[in-house]
């Protein structure tokens, strides 16, 4: 037996292991809520936390993908699980020097000026360390851990497993193209050929914007498990919870362009909500913009899928049910009858509310950031179970899951700002034929494959 095949059985192990506690966890769940009893649900949501983190891997993905989805566990478990990325613990150099070696050989070494073996950050399927190019610029390496391909397919089980509890205490909602939608992401997290590629799609998009810094991809220092790029300089962006005001719309304005302008321009969104995978760039001390840095959940849309998100828009804005009905066809939601549409129109309502208020505001009023949209989708999932159920379009799962992100940013920096204009800014001269136009230049040129 080899070293990689010990590697994978111990690897293994520890997935069986934490699988019995997700399930103890989930039955613990569902057997005290059917028999109405009560749960410390705290402790138990620590003591899961605590059980996933030490372990690297899809499962801290799954977990955190589980914590955005409202309602599909108690919200002490979402908050805990929401953590997991940031505390994921670092591998040890020796772990660093053989994956480098494996990707670019045993000369790596002499293809930096410096590289620093203790990682600057870690998440779920890989870690970033410091380098530094012969030619003087600093560098950020995104080194992937091993046997994440068999580790994505052990989670995605576990993840069916999960899925199957949650349909069976709530109905209202069929998740099989939830899971076939999240199994493909996960597994395009493993291609950093893919990820650089999306890089080149943003850095192409924003090669002219002040508000928005995209990192520059080394191709020669990079392969399918390692990605290097430019490191961005730039603070946390909750260091400006305490800003002045007008800092904080800055930040926000920077974000909101960030993520509505390729989607309406390209078809494309920044999916994952994580704050990690943003900084802030200031001048005199004062935030310019912001640093996107990671490229690993990036989702595309054909034309016709944004033409009816500006669709469900205009239809809401304008009172037109038959417009609104029209858009929930074109997203591919199926079986709607009227009061499942009423249903989707509560959240749709609650997703579009701050952009069709012509007025300053704050992106929700006195919500706090973790409970963003909780209320309204336990609403919404009543409704869906008693005249459901309704099955979930593919391209809603993620589109959604980012926009309450997007929004739970805006909450943290209590950002104020006419939303209404700034969208209605982006999508002025939209027009379906001139976004697939763009979309195919832009994609060709980035080698993105272009939406099915």
Not at 58 to 71: D, F, R, Y
Not at 367 to 372: K, L, N
Not at 375 to 396: A, I
Request: charged share 25%; aromatic share 10%.
């Amino acid at each position: 037996m080899t070293n990689e095949d010990n590697r994978f059985t111990a690897r293994a192990s520890r997935y069986a292991r934490v699988g019995a506690n997700v399930g103890s966890v989930a039955a613990r769940y569902a057997g005290k809520r059917l028999l109405g009893m009560e749960q410390d649900r705290s402790k138990s949501a620590r003591e899961l936390a605590a059980a996933l983190g030490g372990l690297k891997g899809p499962i801290m993905k799954v977990a955190q993908l589980l914590s955005t989805i409202p309602e599909a566990l108690p919200k002490e478990y979402a908050r805990e699980l929401a953590q997991l990325q940031s505390q994921a613990p670092p591998m040890g150099p020796g772990f660093v020097r053989r994956r480098m070696t494996a990707e670019l050989g045993t000369d790596w070494q002499g293809r930096f000026a410096a590289f620093d073996p203790k990682s600057a950050a870690s998440a779920s399927l890989g870690q970033v360390h410091r380098a530094t190019h012969p030619d003087g610029r600093q560098l950020a390496c995104k080194l992937q851990y091993p046997d994440m391909q068999s580790a994505v397919e052990a989670d995605l089980n576990q993840l069916k497993l999960v899925f199957q509890l949650h349909a069976r205490m709530d109905p209202g909602i069929d998740t099989k193209e939830i899971f076939v939608e999240i199994s493909s992401r996960l597994r395009e997290e493993l291609d950093y050929a893919l990820e650089a590629a999306h890089t080149r799609l943003y850095a192409d998009i924003f090669c002219a914007d002040p508000l928005i810094r995209v990192p520059e991809v080394l191709s020669e220092l990079s392969t399918g498990r390692l990605l290097t790029m430019t490191w961005l300089d730039g603070e946390p962006l909750l260091s400006f919870k305490e800003a002045p005001l007008e800092d904080r719309n800055q930040i926000a304005r920077a974000m909101f362009r960030a993520w509505w302008h390729p989607f309406s321009h390209h078809g494309v969104i920044h999916g994952d909500p994580h704050l990690g995978n943003y900084t802030v760039f200031s001048e005199d001390e004062r935030p310019i913009g912001i640093n996107l840095l990671d490229y690993g959940c990036i989702r595309t849309f054909s034309p016709r899928f944004v033409q009816g998100v500006v669709n469900l828009y205009q239809g809401l804005l304008a009172g037109d049910r038959d417009k609104v009905v029209a858009a929930y066809e074109e997203w591919g939601f199926k079986g709607l009858n009227d009061e499942l549409i009423d249903g989707l129109t509560i959240w749709a309502r609650f997703i579009y509310g701050p952009l069709l208020d012509d007025r300053e505001r704050t992106i929700a009023d006195e919500v706090a950031p973790g409970e963003y949209g909780r209320r309204e989708m336990l609403h919404v999932r009543n409704v869906l179970k008693q005249k459901g159920p309704v099955t979930v379009p593919r391209e809603f799962v993620f589109m959604d899951r980012a926009a309450i992100g997007l929004g739970g940013v805006f909450l943290h920096l209590d950002a104020r700002l006419n939303w209404y204009r700034l969208f209605n800014e982006t999508i002025e001269l939209f027009d379906i034929d001139t976004v697939a136009t763009r979309q195919a230049a832009a994609f060709t040129k980035a080698g993105v494959p272009l939406p099915m």
